[in-house]
T-cell receptor, first 113, second 114 residues
Framework: GNSVTQMEGPVTLSEEAFLTINCTYT??????LFWYVQYPGEGLQLLLK?????DKGSNKGFEATYRKETTSFHLEKGSVQVSDSAVYFC????????????FGKGTRLHILP | SAVISQKPSRDICQRGTSLTIQCQVD?????MFWYRQQPGQSLTLIAT?????????ESGFVIDKFPISRPNLTFSTLTVSNMSPEDSSIYLC???????????FGSGTRLTVV
């Protein structure tokens, strides 16, 4: 079945550092890929998405590129801020099979001022 | 994207009781999903709710424990029945993408069972 694996946290960085959170997936179909963010005490928010190979999703300075050859969707940001501290979830769904979203375990990010 | 109102936002309940969580969407959606997020864990799909039919439950979840209603295309409820401390989690509803923007989640219900 489909699955998502993302790097374990917590990840602690200093403000303005470069961020990478790795995410790889296993899927038998043609999934769409997502990054969701959960700020402390809040629900999930969609951060970015990509629906096909080589698509790049971007939002709020974050980027992720759908790499079919490496089955990856790594999240990157060039210069993180304290306000980026949150839990980040990589996820996939294959709407041609069903509409379920499968989530990775989440990566907690701490940004130090 | 759709806007979801979920309530209550949090509750503390006695073991053995039941809590019903409501999810209201500002537009008609075909499929609604209910997730559980246990402390420090990722989200696990409980069931998929379609209007006019019984909910489809994932492995490990049963209707007697988590009955779901879906009376129309904008509303659903999830009941957590006969609660125990192990049911302490965040419960979230989600809707299928009505646009290319993607799935939308409610803000969640933080349940503590004592």
């Amino acid at each position: 079945g489909n699955s998502v694996t993302q790097m374990e946290g917590p990840v602690t960085l200093s403000e303005e550092a470069f961020l990478t959170i790795n995410c790889t997936y296993t899927a038998t179909g043609y999934p769409s890929l997502f990054w969701y963010v959960q700020y402390p005490g809040e629900g999930l928010q969609l951060l970015l998405k990509a629906t096909k190979a080589d698509d790049k999703g971007s939002n709020k300075g974050f980027e992720a590129t759908y790499r079919k050859e490496t089955t990856s969707f790594h999240l990157e940001k060039g210069s993180v801020q304290v306000s980026d501290s949150a839990v980040y979830f990589c996820a996939l769904s294959d709407q041609r099979r069903d509409d379920k979203i499968i989530f990775g375990k989440g990566t907690r990010l701490h940004i130090l001022p | 994207s759709a806007v979801i109102s979920q309530k209550p936002s949090r509750d503390i309940c006695q073991r053995g009781t039941s809590l019903t969580i409501q999810c209201q969407v500002d537009s008609q959606v075909t499929m609604m999903f209910w997730y559980r997020q246990q402390p420090g864990q990722s989200l696990t799909l409980i069931a998929t709710a379609n209007q006019g039919s019984e909910a489809t439950y994932e492995s490990g979840f049963v209707i007697d424990k988590f009955p779901i209603s879906r009376p129309n295309l904008t509303f659903s409820t999830l009941t957590v029945s006969n609660m125990s401390p192990e049911d302490s989690s965040i419960y979230l509803c989600s809707v299928d993408p009505q646009s290319s923007y993607g799935y939308t989640f409610g803000s969640g219900t933080r349940l503590t069972v004592v």
